[in-house]
C-alpha cells in the first residue's frame, strides 16, 4: 500500500502530538473486589447441604444465602496534563451462567469454578463540557440496590455505549445504548431465538429524585417456536430521603416505582437480558433465563419498594426494606408478591456485633381461566459477627448463621452455616 508524502506527514503530526499529550501523564492504579463464601446445612435434612432455601430477595439474605460469588476488579488510570482523564475498567468474577458450582460448590480445588470476564469498558472524562463518556462491556445501572436482600431494582448491565453525568437545564442527566443477549442460552449465539435485545436509556438526577426511562426492542422475538413482544418501554422513579419514613433524621429511606409493558414487564422490568434479572423476584411464571423473554405486548408490571435504616446513637441499627410487584398478563392471568424485612444489628464490642433478621412474604397467582393458589413463608435469622472495622469503607466479616424457615407450602426447616464477606 502507497502512502502519499501528504498523508505520511499528517500521520507524523498526529502521532507527534499525541506522543506530546500523553507524555506528561499521572496514572494510577486500583485493584477492587467482592467474595462471600460459606456453607449452610439443613437441620431437617440430616444436615445436608441447603440449596437455596428461600428467596433472599425477599425475606432477606442473612442466614439464607447458600450461593458463594466472587469479583475482581482492575483499573487504570491515566490523568493527562491537558486535564483530560481515561479509566480502563475491567472485572472478572465466577460465571454463575455456566456453572452451579460457582453457587454452591465447598470443594477448595479451584477446578469447581468457572471464570468470566464481566466488565470490559472505558471511560473519557473531559472530552465533553461536562459529564463522562463511556463505552465497552460493563454493569449498567446496579448502584440501584438494597444491600439487606442482594436485590438489584435496576440492571441494564450489557454491551453499549453512553455519557453520564451531562449538566443540561441544571440536572445532571445520562444517556446509553445497551445490548444484550441470553447467556445461558443452550444454543449459544447461533441460535434463531437467541437474538440480540436492543435497549435506549435516559435518566435525570434532580438530586433527591432520579427518573430514568427505558425503551426496548428484541427483533423477532421467539421462544420454542413461539412468538412474543418485540418490543417494550419502562419507567423508574427514586426518591432518596434523609430521614427516616419523615420522622426522624437519624437515617434513611428510599422510594422507589416502577412500571412497564411488553418486553418492559415480569422479569424484564427495570432490567436488560442478564442472569440475574432471569432469576430475581418478578413474574414467578417466568423465572429462568429460557422463560424471561415470554412477555406478550399487553402484559403489564408494577413495583414498589421501600427501605432504608435507623442509627440510635447507642450503636444500634436497624435496617427494613418493604417490597412488592404486580403482574397483568395479556391473556387475563394475573400474578403478585408482597414482602417486607428488617434486620436488627445490636454491638457487642468493637470486633463484634449480633445481627439479627426477620422476613415474611406472600405470593398469589391466577391463571387466565382464573384458577389459581396462594402462599406465605417467613424466616428469623440470627448472626453472631466477627467484624473489623477499617474506618475507609471495607469492613471484612465472618458470620456465624442460625435461621428459622416456615411457610405454608412447605415444611419448616433450621438452617445452620458460616459464612465470610468482604468487599474493597
Not at 442473612?62 to 493527562?80: P, R, T, V, W
Not at 468457572?114 to 454493569?139: N, P, Q, Y
Not at 442460552?185 to 437467541?194: F, I, K, R, V
Not at 447507642?314 to 426494606?321: A, K, L, R
Request: hydrophobic share 35%; with cysteine.
Amino acid at each position: 500500500m502507497k502512502i502519499s508524502k501528504v498523508s505520511l506527514a499528517c500521520l507524523l503530526a498526529l502521532s507527534t502530538q499525541a506522543t506530546a499529550v500523553m507524555a506528561e501523564t499521572e496514572d494510577g492504579f486500583e485493584f477492587h473486589g467482592y467474595f462471600r463464601a460459606g456453607v449452610l446445612a439443613s437441620a431437617e435434612n440430616d444436615f445436608k447441604r441447603a440449596k437455596f432455601p428461600a428467596s433472599k430477595e425477599r425475606l432477606g439474605r442473612l442466614g439464607i444465602e447458600s450461593d458463594s460469588h466472587f469479583e475482581l476488579a482492575l483499573q487504570k488510570n491515566f490523568n493527562l496534563d491537558n486535564g483530560q482523564k481515561i479509566r480502563i475498567k475491567t472485572r472478572a468474577g465466577a460465571d454463575n451462567s455456566k456453572s452451579a458450582m460457582n453457587q454452591l460448590g465447598a470443594n477448595a480445588d479451584s477446578t469447581n469454578s468457572e471464570i468470566g470476564l464481566m466488565e470490559t469498558f472505558v471511560e473519557f472524562e473531559g472530552v465533553s463540557d461536562t459529564g463522562v463518556l463511556w463505552a465497552g462491556k460493563r454493569f449498567y445501572g446496579k448502584d440501584n440496590y438494597i444491600f439487606m436482600t442482594d436485590f438489584f431494582y435496576t440492571d441494564m448491565s450489557g454491551t453499549g455505549v453512553g455519557i453520564e453525568g451531562v449538566e443540561l437545564g441544571g440536572v445532571k442527566w445520562d444517556f446509553a445504548y445497551v445490548g444484550s443477549d441470553n447467556s445461558a442460552d443452550t444454543d449459544g449465539l447461533w441460535s434463531d431465538e437467541n437474538n440480540l435485545m436492543h435497549a435506549m436509556h435516559v435518566s435525570a438526577n434532580f438530586g433527591s429524585f432520579e427518573l430514568h426511562g427505558m425503551g426496548k426492542y428484541l427483533p423477532d422475538n421467539t421462544v420454542g417456536g413461539e412468538k412474543f413482544a418485540d418490543s417494550g418501554v419502562e419507567m423508574t422513579g427514586i426518591y432518596h430521603s434523609d430521614s427516616v419514613f419523615g420522622l426522624s433524621d437519624k437515617g434513611f429511606t428510599k422510594y422507589i416505582a416502577q412500571a412497564g409493558q411488553g418486553l418492559g414487564s415480569g422479569q424484564l422490568l427495570g432490567g436488560t437480558l442478564t442472569t440475574y434479572n432471569a432469576w430475581k423476584p418478578g413474574n414467578g411464571a417466568l423465572e429462568g433465563p429460557s422463560k424471561m423473554k415470554k412477555v406478550q405486548a399487553d402484559d403489564t408490571s408494577a413495583r414498589a419498594l421501600v427501605w432504608g435504616g435507623y442509627f440510635f446513637e447507642n450503636g444500634v441499627s436497624v435496617f427494613h426494606s418493604l417490597q412488592g410487584q404486580y403482574n397483568n398478563m395479556e391473556d387475563g392471568a394475573k400474578d403478585y408478591w408482597t414482602s417486607a424485612m428488617v434486620r436488627p444489628s445490636f454491638p457487642v464490642k468493637q470486633n463484634f456485633f449480633i445481627a439479627t433478621e426477620f422476613g415474611y412474604q406472600y405470593n398469589q397467582w391466577e391463571d387466565k381461566n382464573g384458577s389459581g393458589d396462594n402462599a406465605t413463608q417467613y424466616k428469623a435469622s440470627i448472626a453472631p459477627t466477627i467484624i473489623v472495622p477499617t474506618g475507609m469503607g471495607p469492613a471484612p466479616e465472618i458470620r456465624f448463621l442460625a435461621t428459622y424457615l416456615d411457610g405454608d407450602k412447605r415444611d419448616k426447616d433450621f438452617i445452620v452455616g458460616i459464612q465470610a464477606d468482604m468487599w474493597w
